[in-house]
């Protein structure tokens, strides 16, 4: 395949320029500020901020790659993305930008034939990965988000919009390139659970190799996964993680929304579901951090689970108290069935996630790539994927999300080891 050009600093700060962001004599300071990072999700895209030295006005200058630079980087190989993921993006944050004020960075700029997309800088704020692998917390970040998808969900699929509109919207918006991807990553044998080549520690191989010679849950999970790729529900972000979330006292920024479309619900809500999960079980090979710490990122990290799901289901019987009167055919829906049709697949999203993110190899999330000692990385693995075989196969026994935090607690929790 041709490979898009890859500007550099220097190029980019001429295209700022040329197309109007900044004035022509403006002294730049342009900085990529994706290189470094430890994660793998940093490497999907060039990322440069670009700054006025005099008056301090910045953006950012994203280009958006036909490839996965990770594995380029990593593996020297040439894997091709979604086309249009330029596009993609800019209509994604805009359209959750007019559902959710200012949950999504400001569009200045799009380009698709270059892959380029300038936007607001939202450097103030940092990411929620890495904030919450140094301890800290956001406590209102689990009603927030768990509101802002219900509203996502109900506004952009058929329980508010007519047939032709949903259509149409679903054209607009089509995501399936995007999905073809994270099917493969999540919902196909070639996932971490089910890939016999990908490496685990000791302490993981036998039940790794357990999952991995289990037709019954290979079919679960490729059945979910044929729901995700079919499924045209709602308008969803499609690859909702702390990793992809910028955050600060009372403000977040949802970013890398170029998957954005329309998909299945519960990918959504497990995903990031998933990442709390990921953290939760991280904290099981960080023994240097005193065990009051650990237990209070745990209580944390399972109390932003419980406010993501709970959230979500009052905000759409909220909901449709407000609109049953103007929408007759919400009155043979009952919200808490709604709901419960897609929690589930959510919760095994959610294991499905964490205990894909923890192999050893360079792919890991910065959570579990800070453990350094293979012995506490092996602890990790192995709940992680206790945890996912649990889930998959007893979903339907935790009634609600009470039950599900339970199990992780007992799979993963500090003070049960």
């Known amino acids: ?6 500007f550099t600093e220097q190029e980019a700060g001429r295209y700022v320029k040329q197309h109007g962001l900044f004035l022509a004599d403006a002294e730049l300071d342009i900085r990529n500020i994706a290189s470094g990072r430890e994660d793998a999700e940093g490497l999907v895209n060039l990322i440069y901020q670009v700054k006025d030295v005099h008056t301090g006005k910045s953006l950012v200058f994203k280009q958006v790659m036909p490839y996965i630079l990770s594995l380029l980087k990593h593996e020297g190989v040439i894997r091709p993305t979604a086309k249009g993921r330029t596009t993609q993006e800019a209509r994604a944050m805009i359209v959750m930008d007019v559902f959710w004020s200012s949950i999504t960075p400001e569009v200045y700029l799009q380009d698709e034939e270059q892959g380029i997309i300038c936007m ?3 450097s103030h704020l940092k990411n929620m990965r890495y904030q ?14 768990g509101a802002f998808l219900a509203e996502m969900l109900f506004f952009t699929s058929d329980l508010y919009l007519d047939a032709g509109t ?18 493969e990553l999540l919902f196909q044998e070639s996932c971490a659970l089910f890939d016999p080549n990908r490496k685990y520690e000791e302490a993981a191989r036998e039940i790794h190799q357990r999952l991995v010679t289990n037709q019954k849950l290979k079919a679960l999970v490729h059945d979910m996964g044929t729901r995700f790729y079919d499924g045209r529900q709602c308008f969803c972000h499609t690859d909702l993680h702390t990793g992809n979330i910028m955050i600060g006292p009372g403000e977040i920024r949802l970013i890398d929304c170029e998957y954005g479309g329309y998909s299945a619900f519960f990918q959504d809500l497990g995903r990031i579901a998933g990442s709390f999960i990921v953290n939760y079980v991280s904290w099981l090979g960080m023994p240097e951090v005193p065990d009051e710490q650990r237990l209070n990122m745990q209580q944390y990290d399972l109390d932003m689970i419980r406010d993501l799901f709970n959230s979500c289901r009052e905000t759409l019987r909220i909901l449709f108290k407000k609109y049953r009167p103007k929408r007759p055919t919400l009155r043979k829906i009952e919200p808490d069935a709604y709901f419960k049709s897609f929690y589930y697949d959510s919760i095994r999203c959610a294991a499905i996630v964490a205990a894909g993110r923890t192999p050893t190899g360079w792919t890991q999330p910065y959570e579990i790539a800070r453990i350094k000692n293979a012995e506490d990385l092996g602890l990790v693995q192995k709940r992680a994927l206790e945890l996912a075989e649990y889930t998959l196969e007893h ?7 009470e039950d599900f935090c339970n199990l992780i607690h007992c799979c993963a929790g500090v003070d049960v080891q």
């Not at 395949?1 to 890859?6: P, Q, T, V």
């Open 1 to 6: 395949m041709d490979r898009i050009r890859e």
């Open 120 to 122: 607001e800088d939202v």
């Open 132 to 145: 919450l692998a140094e301890l800290q917390q956001f406590p209102d970040f689990g009603i927030r988000i």
């Open 166 to 183: 949903k259509q149409q919207w679903e054209r607009i918006f089509n995501a399936q390139g995007p999905k073809k991807l994270l099917l």
């Open 395 to 401: 979903a339907e026994e935790f009634y609600g999300i």
